[in-house]
């Protein structure tokens, strides 16, 4: 099974976030992680994709314009239904804790329901998610005075959506590939 996980970042953080989700997939058997900047991403390779996980720094309580720009350009496969039925997650992060980390998500879900694709959150029995996270996905607070780009406790969580994703699409797809996976 395949999953792309696409991310927008200017400085660094979503991107250290988007690494450790591709990680967190590696745990499941037969997961094949694809992982791309928005720049590079290729809206062609989606239909061909079993699960997509997305994400950007908040901007402003919504989607970066970057990410926002790529979204917009996945009208034909909305007409065609090709994301339909497939298993979406979502990330984000912000400079602030208050600073429309969940509100972001919330933005980023949205289209996605669009598809009509099947969204993943995080569950309250991971306990690193019980304690600093949120049901919407992986919304991490990075303050600028910060030692490390993310904090662990992040990483930990980016690694337990993509695990997560990869565990929900193994099971959803597998009269697709059958024993392969
Ligand atoms: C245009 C712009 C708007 C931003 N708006 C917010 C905001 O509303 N709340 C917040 O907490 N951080 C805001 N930030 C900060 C980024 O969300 C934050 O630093 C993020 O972690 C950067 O991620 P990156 O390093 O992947 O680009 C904004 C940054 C920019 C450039």
């Known amino acids: ?44 390779k989606l239909p061909d994709m079993d699960a ?22 996945l009208g034909y496969l909305w007409a065609e239904g090709k994301l339909i039925n497939k298993v979406g997650a979502v990330f984000c992060t912000t400079a602030t804790t208050h600073g429309g980390v969940e509100a972001t998500m919330l933005n980023l879900i949205t289209p996605m329901f669009h598809q009509g694709m099947i969204v993943v959150g ?18 991490i ?14 990483l930990e969580l980016g690694r337990a959506l993509d695990e997560r994703v990869a565990t929900i699409t193994k099971d959803l797809t597998r009269t697709k590939y059958g024993d392969r996976q």
């Open 1 to 44: 099974m395949k999953i792309y996980v696409v991310y927008d970042s200017e400085g660094d953080h979503t991107k250290t976030l988007a690494h450790a989700i591709a990680e967190g997939a590696k745990k499941v058997d037969g997961t094949e992680v694809f992982l791309d900047h928005v720049s590079k991403a290729d809206i062609y």
């Open 52 to 73: 997509i996980i997305w994400g950007c720094p908040g901007h402003f309580g919504t989607i970066s314009s970057g990410l926002k720009a790529w979204i917009d350009r």
């Open 122 to 139: 995080l569950p309250g029995n991971i306990t690193a998610n019980a304690l600093y996270g949120s049901y919407y996905g992986v919304g």
């Open 141 to 154: 607070t990075c303050p600028v005075e910060s030692s490390s780009i993310i904090p662990e406790e992040g």
